[in-house]
């Protein structure tokens, strides 16, 4: 006959009684708290108390009566829950629970020392934050709530959000009774997250299902502007595995958010929160600082180890204090509850007109009509099987979101109202896009790809598409290494379930290209730089110092796919743009001359040392040292390009010494691309100096053919299968071998032609590094013919080289 329990009476066996939230903060209080988890101190009404308000009010039976017309189609949703929210508003709390409440309160004053305190009452149904079904936003809560009569009026106000039109739709699409469930209200502190800032974390990637990564959204004011989608939050991402290493700092994303509005409490006695524009300086400033971030993702990462799964978890910080706090934590619901071993792979046949961009969420493509909505009182406008386009997304949306081919919102961030609900119905969604719903037009036919990495797009017109799905559950253990090419970060995670041992070319040009955007020798001498120029990379580096930019994004990058497969190695190859490539970057064109041929020009190992790009250079290795030594990434092997002769190899790797990359230091290796003919026909020497060799067939064929492989008319001539390039190939792996070091190949060749993976096989080749797409196919070509081999010749014959470079292991 309980009515009020306090948080540090109860624990997670208690949802019966207290609902999936509160029995959450229960058992965080109860088991982390003294981990220096910090939850905010209150109490929470009992589902039985709910009950006896039920019964003490006579409701139960004329509220089965309005479910029951809503079930047989008497009445509309929107009249049900209506009906059913005035009964309760209606009722009244027994003098018993009346007192159990306001003593509550009064004791938490005591504690907070505070006469009235302000507090948040938050709903916490009894089948909410289960394993399967998230409920999250379906109930009310109410913040900066003052006062006895307030709470009362709060509490009651509580009770009837269980009947509003989007929770009574939730509960029908997850199968639950309405009668079935109870309602329990917890009362909190309140944390003035108004005066600094709040979000939301999950402990893995919320579109891919990474599990490796925290993943924190962050806003100025009160959490809801990030929940509703109000906003399009700062995100970071750490990498969970080095946040308990000693020192680490593995902060591998650090996007900042418009944030152009923040919630902050009501100075108008009638209202309790408010909305107002963000200020400037706080729109271009980061809500956390690093010290805090890294706080937080440790917190997570150790919610996450009590619960044993993934959690989804609502944080703020105090702005009088300056102290951070966990709000509440659910079980995540949709990647938790997916099958494992296989994923589905989306590609786009053909590219049209790009419309608009925004947060991808989830990895699918859609084709529809759009159906425009701007306001909830239209959704019965929406037609099945279009493309929802609206401003921003909350729970009254839910029925006719599960309809929707796919969503397009105006705002919003990667956690939502409109993510985290398109996430569990499985609809494809680009969101934040700024300005859908005055880009497209009703009934305009639009393709919706959320399969390019963390950037969906919306293309004009209905695009062709295949869906695929990889299973990766049954694959073959091979003896040669398998790994992948990467080149883009922000699509690195969504190939997290290949078994793949590691990423055998990381392309550090793609970052600068399509992440930093500046010319290397740019952030390092912007001085040098014409007035446009100049104005583009300040802006880039939001008022900082461009090289510091430069490096920051860089560091995250590399970062971001060195964390892939951790703790396989990421070999990181340094930028190896042409001249022509450099020149197009920002301010490109006041550090670059014009080449007649830039495939044979400077690029590569000849820049690293030279005085024209020394200091870009320098840039480059800065950034290196941060992922390895302050990051904690010490499976990065840095990889040279285009390395002419062992003179020009010392001379890189002196540069690289002198920039505090010293092979052989803290367990530092730096690989030779082996890519020119005389990489293999001076390979000794080669060897001599570096750690390992990666084939790149591509240069290897144009050289020695003598065909450029940019050249449409030589096209048929250019064929990486060629007899005297694969004579070359065997050649550098029996020369790699007999020094010692280990040679794999990072060309595209065994990712184009089938026939390739079991040449490489043959001639001994320790390491494939595949496109991703092409992994598993490649994979069972390597198994198979690792397997003739084996069949051929069952034990190593040590008067036969040839066999025994065939058996070579890759561990």
């Given at each position: 006959m309980q009515d009020v329990i306090w948080f540090n009476e109860i624990g997670i066996g208690d949802v019966a009684r207290v609902g999936g939230k509160n029995a959450s903060l229960g058992e965080m209080t109860r088991a982390l708290t003294n981990k220096g988890i910090r939850v905010p101190g209150g109490f929470a009404t009992t589902a039985g108390a709910y009950r006896r308000f039920i019964e003490l009010n006579r409701l139960e039976q004329p509220m089965q009566g309005i479910l029951t017309r809503l079930k047989d189609g008497e009445i509309a949703l929107r009249e049900a829950g209506r009906s059913i929210r005035s009964l309760i508003l209606g009722g009244t709390f027994s003098p018993a629970m009346t007192r159990s409440l306001e003593s509550a309160y009064d004791r938490l004053a005591a504690e907070l020392g505070v006469d009235e305190p302000?507090?948040?009452?938050?709903?916490?149904?009894?089948?909410?934050?289960?394993?399967?079904?998230?409920?999250?936003?379906?109930?009310?809560?109410?913040?900066?709530?003052?006062?006895k009569p307030a709470l009362l009026d709060a509490c009651r106000r509580c009770y009837a959000s269980l009947f509003t039109d989007r929770a009574i739709s939730y509960r029908e699409l997850k199968g639950f009774g309405h009668l079935d469930v109870s309602l329990s209200v917890g009362v909190q502190h309140m944390v003035r997250a108004d005066l600094a800032g709040s979000g939301v974390m999950f402990t893995l990637d919320t579109?891919?299902?990474?599990?490796?990564?925290?993943?924190?959204?962050?806003?100025?004011?009160?959490?809801?502007?990030?929940?509703?989608?109000?906003?399009?939050?700062?995100?970071?991402?750490?990498?969970?595995?080095?946040?308990?290493?000693?020192?680490?700092?593995?902060?591998?994303?650090?996007?900042?958010?418009?944030?152009?509005?923040?919630?902050?409490?009501?100075?108008?006695?009638?209202?309790?929160?408010?909305?107002?524009?963000?200020?400037?300086?706080?729109?271009?400033?980061?809500?956390?600082?690093?010290?805090?971030?890294?706080?937080?993702?440790?917190?997570?990462?150790?919610?996450?180890?009590?619960?044993?799964?993934?959690?989804?978890?609502?944080?703020?910080?105090?702005?009088?204090?300056?102290?951070?706090?966990?709000?509440?934590?659910?079980?995540?619901?949709?990647?938790?509850?997916?099958?494992?071993?296989?994923?589905?792979?989306?590609?786009?046949?053909?590219?049209?007109?790009?419309?608009?961009?925004?947060?991808?969420?989830?990895?699918?493509?859609?084709?529809?009509?759009?159906?425009?909505?701007?306001?909830?009182?239209?959704?019965?406008?929406?037609?099945?099987?279009?493309?929802?386009?609206?401003?921003?997304?909350?729970?009254?949306?839910?029925?006719?979101?599960?309809?929707?081919?796919?969503?397009?919102?105006d705002h919003g961030g990667s956690t939502s109202h409109a993510a985290i609900v398109s996430r569990e119905l499985g609809v494809p969604a680009v969101i934040g896009t700024s300005d859908a719903t005055s880009v497209l037009r009703e009934g305009q036919p639009i393709t919706l790809s959320c399969a390019e990495g963390e950037k969906g797009t919306v293309y004009d017109g209905k695009l062709a598409f295949?869906?695929?799905?990889?299973?990766?559950?049954?694959?073959?253990?091979?003896?040669?290494?398998?790994?992948?090419?990467?080149?883009?970060?922000?699509?690195?995670?969504?190939?997290?379930?290949?078994?793949?041992?590691?990423?055998?070319?990381?392309?550090?040009?793609?970052?600068?290209?399509?992440?930093?955007?500046?010319?290397?020798?740019?952030?390092?001498?912007?001085?040098?730089?014409?007035?446009?120029?100049?104005?583009?990379?300040?802006?880039?580096?939001?008022g900082g110092d461009p090289a510091d930019y430069f490096v920051d994004t860089l560091s995250m990058g590399i970062a971001r796919l060195a964390a892939l497969y951790h703790p396989h190695p990421a070999i990181v190859r340094l930028s190896d743009f042409k001249t022509n490539e450099y020149a197009s970057l920002i301010g490109g064109h006041c550090f670059e001359t014009v080449e007649e041929n830039p495939m044979l020009g400077f690029r590569g190992a000849s820049r690293y040392y030279s005085e024209r790009y020394c200091d870009g250079f320098a840039l480059e290795c800065r950034a290196l040292k941060r992922v390895r030594e302050e990051m904690g990434f010490t499976n990065v092997i840095v990889m040279v390009p285009f390395c002419r002769t062992p003179a020009e190899a010392d001379k890189v790797l002196a540069a690289m010494a002198g920039n505090g990359l010293r092979r052989g230091e803290a367990r530092l290796q730096i690989y030779m691309m082996c890519e020119i003919p005389s990489n293999v026909i001076l390979a000794d020497a080669f060897a001599a100096r570096f750690d390992g060799f990666s084939i790149g067939s591509n240069d290897l064929t144009q050289l020695i053919l003598g065909v450029d492989r940019d050249a449409a008319e030589l096209a048929s001539l250019f064929d990486e299968r060629d007899e005297a390039v694969k004579r070359l190939i065997e050649q550098a792996i029996e020369t790699a071998h007999r020094s010692g070091i280990k040679v794999g190949i990072c060309g595209q060749a065994p990712s184009d032609h089938p026939e390739y993976a079991p040449f490489l096989v043959g001639a001994g080749i320790d390491s494939m590094s595949l496109n991703p797409d092409s992994f598993v196919k490649t994979l069972g070509l390597v198994a198979r013919a690792e397997a003739a081999i084996r069949e051929e010749t069952p034990t190593v014959d040590s008067a036969s080289p040839a066999k025994e470079k065939r058996l070579l292991s890759v561990e």
């Open positions: 302000a507090v948040a009452v938050r709903s916490s149904a009894t089948a909410e934050d289960l394993g399967d079904a998230s409920f999250a936003g379906q109930q009310e809560t109410f913040l900066n709530v003052r006062g579109e891919t299902g990474f599990p490796n990564v925290v993943v924190i959204s962050a806003a100025w004011g009160l959490g809801e502007t990030v929940v509703q989608g109000l906003v399009d939050p700062d995100r970071y991402v750490l990498f969970k595995p080095l946040l308990g290493e000693g020192g680490c700092s593995p902060l591998i994303e650090k996007s900042l958010g418009a944030k152009a509005k923040r919630m902050i409490l009501a100075r108008h006695p009638d209202e309790r929160t408010q909305v107002v524009p963000t200020a400037i300086r706080q729109r271009k400033a980061n809500v956390l600082n690093d010290a805090e971030i890294l706080e937080l993702g440790r917190w997570g990462v150790l919610i996450e180890a009590h619960y044993g799964r993934p959690m989804d978890i609502e944080w703020a910080k105090d702005g009088e204090t300056g102290l951070l706090y966990i709000l509440q934590a659910r079980p995540e619901t949709v990647h938790s509850s997916r099958k494992p071993g296989s994923f589905e792979l989306y590609r786009l046949k053909s590219k049209g007109p790009v419309l608009l961009r925004g947060t991808a969420i989830g990895t699918a493509i859609a084709v529809g009509e759009t159906c425009v909505i701007r306001s909830p009182k239209d959704i019965h406008k929406f037609r099945d099987g279009a493309v929802l386009v609206t401003d921003v997304t909350n729970p009254d949306w839910v029925p006719i979101m599960k309809r929707a081919a796919g969503i397009v919102t295949t869906r695929e799905t990889i299973e990766t559950g049954d694959l073959p253990e091979t003896r040669t290494a398998l790994m992948v090419n990467l080149a883009d970060p922000a699509a690195a995670f969504r190939w997290w379930p290949l078994p793949a041992r590691g990423v055998g070319l990381a392309r550090m040009e793609f970052i600068i290209s399509s992440g930093i955007k500046m010319h290397p020798m740019a952030a390092a001498h912007p001085e040098r730089l014409d007035p446009k120029a100049a104005r583009q990379v300040r802006r880039l580096a939001n």
